[in-house]
Structures are given as C-alpha cells and as structure tokens.
C-alpha cells in the first residue's frame, strides 16, 4: 500500500522477546523478569516495521472469534496494541517495553471493531444495500432524528416531516454509511502527525503519517485500503474483504486460502466429471 522506506519510517513498532497470558491479560515480561541473569532483550527489532506488511489489518480481523493461543501467537509477531506511557520511547526509565497491557476481552473487541468496519467498506464497495440499512438506524429526538451507523453518530440528521413512510432512500443510506464509516476510521486515526519523507533519489521531500502505536497502524491500513480504486473483493474462504490486484484473483492471496480454493474447484471438477449428465454419448 505505500513503499517500504516509508513504511519504516511512518511507524516503529517494537515486539517484546516475551509475552504471557495470565488472568484474561495479555502483558510483556516486566523489569523483573528481565533483570534476571541470563534473560532477553526486552524487544526484538523484528516486527518494527508494521505497516512494511501488507497482510497486517486481515490477519488483525481474523482473529474474530479465534482462540486464546492464536491471539497470543499474533501478539508475539506483532506486538501488543498501545503504549503504557505517552512518550517516544519505546523503553521506559524501568527498562521495561512501553507496551500497555490489555485483557484478551478488550483486544478481542478492537478486533470486532475494525472486522466491522471492514465489512462495511465492503458492503459499500459491493452496494449491498440491504446490509448497509440494517447497520443503520435512527434516534428519534423530537422534531428531528440523530443517525447512528454500527450505533456510532454520523454528523447529520433527518428531520421527521422529511422523513418518507417507507424510510432513507438508498443515496441516503449509501451517504450516511460512507460517512459513517470515514468518522469511525477518522477518530482512530487521529493521534498521528505529519512529517517529511525523503525517498531515495527524490529531489524533495512529501508529507508522510507518523503513527503512534500497534493500533493506530492497523486503522492507517484501513484508511488506505478504502482509499485504494481497485475493486474489492470478499475471500470466499475466510471471509476477509481484499483489494483484487488481477482480474482473475478470487481469494485474499493467503496460503491456507489459496489451497483451500485450490481443493474446492479439484474436488468441483472431480464431480463433475463423475456426473453422467455431463458425459458425452
């Protein structure tokens, strides 16, 4: 989605050497454990580069319903969402990571709420109006109604007299759910900053984003793949929504759902050939 030069340089990211699950809380070894004779560095520099990877936000949402292990497993890839500290620093005075713990209840909601997000781009790009309307609704106050996509206020309201019986025409529906949708990925986004990027052999510089944390980087990722004008497509195998980058591309281009569509048409093809309707004679 964007180079990876820049990619190092809108986010760094560190992942501890060691994260651990105890009592519904996902946190990276502390000073203690680190202190310790023989013990790790208290980060790895080998996922610094969040945003270098562009299967980041698919395999975030994947995580929808998955199990504890998985999650800790994604966490120890990537690193934990937000920072402890509101500093720089990726290390605090302590020499512990800044890192903020956060319960595997609270992790797993982020991941609904950007799975949500996605599908509703989705729903967007494939003009499913009938998902769109049901993730839309209206709260009545007086004279005019408030809109509320997924629950969450859009900047506008419908006045009840213009209201129709049979409710929001569908370039309402398809207005207010864009709008929706760009405030949510607007209000996740909004602790990044701008700064100057220099790629090699450019004669100067362009605006580039600066991102905070984990989190942010997995939204910034979002925002660009709703900004992206390729089609968009829905993985028939994991559900993921992804950016079709060839015509003839029908999964979201990760191994396991690749080889399970190639199973589907074998096992497709082997049945149809086993169908006497289909022979010839």
């Not at 609704?137 to 213009?162: C, F």
Request: aromatic residues 6%; hydrophobic residues 35%; charged residues 25%.
């Amino acid at each position: 989605m964007i180079g990876f030069d820049e990619a190092v340089a809108v986010c760094q990211w560190p992942v501890a050497s060691v994260y651990y699950l105890t009592d519904g809380e996902i946190r990276p070894w502390g000073p203690e454990e680190f202190n310790q004779d023989e013990a790790p560095p208290v980060f790895r520099w080998t996922s610094t580069k969040p945003l270098a990877d562009p299967d980041l936000l698919r395999s975030f949402v994947r995580l929808n319903k998955a199990s504890k292990g998985r999650v800790l497993r994604w966490v120890e890839k990537n690193g934990l969402l937000w920072r402890l500290e509101e500093t720089s620093a990726l290390q605090l005075e302590n020499g512990s990571i800044n890192q903020a713990p956060i319960t595997l209840e609270s992790f797993c909601e982020e991941v609904r709420r950007v799975r949500d997000a996605l599908t509703l781009c989705e729903a967007l790009e494939s003009d499913r109006l009938d998902v769109l309307r049901n993730r839309i609704s209206l709260s009545d106050n007086g004279a005019y109604s408030e809109v509320l996509v997924d629950g969450n206020p859009v900047p506008a309201i419908v006045k009840d007299r213009d209201l129709p019986a049979a409710g929001l025409s569908d370039t309402d529906v398809r207005i207010f759910a864009r709008a929706g949708l760009h405030r949510l990925i607007e209000a996740n986004i909004a602790s990044l900053h701008l700064g100057f990027h220099q790629s090699p052999g450019a004669r100067r510089p362009r605006l580039s984003a600066r991102i905070p944390d984990l989190a942010t980087a997995i939204w910034y990722q979002l925002a660009l793949f709703v900004c992206d004008a390729r089609p968009t497509r829905v993985c028939p195998r994991c559900g993921t929504p992804y950016t079709q980058k060839r015509s003839d591309q029908t999964t979201c281009g990760t191994a396991a759902c690749r080889k399970a569509e190639s199973r589907a048409k074998k096992k497709d093809q082997s049945a149809a050939n086993a169908d006497p309707e289909g022979t010839q004679g």
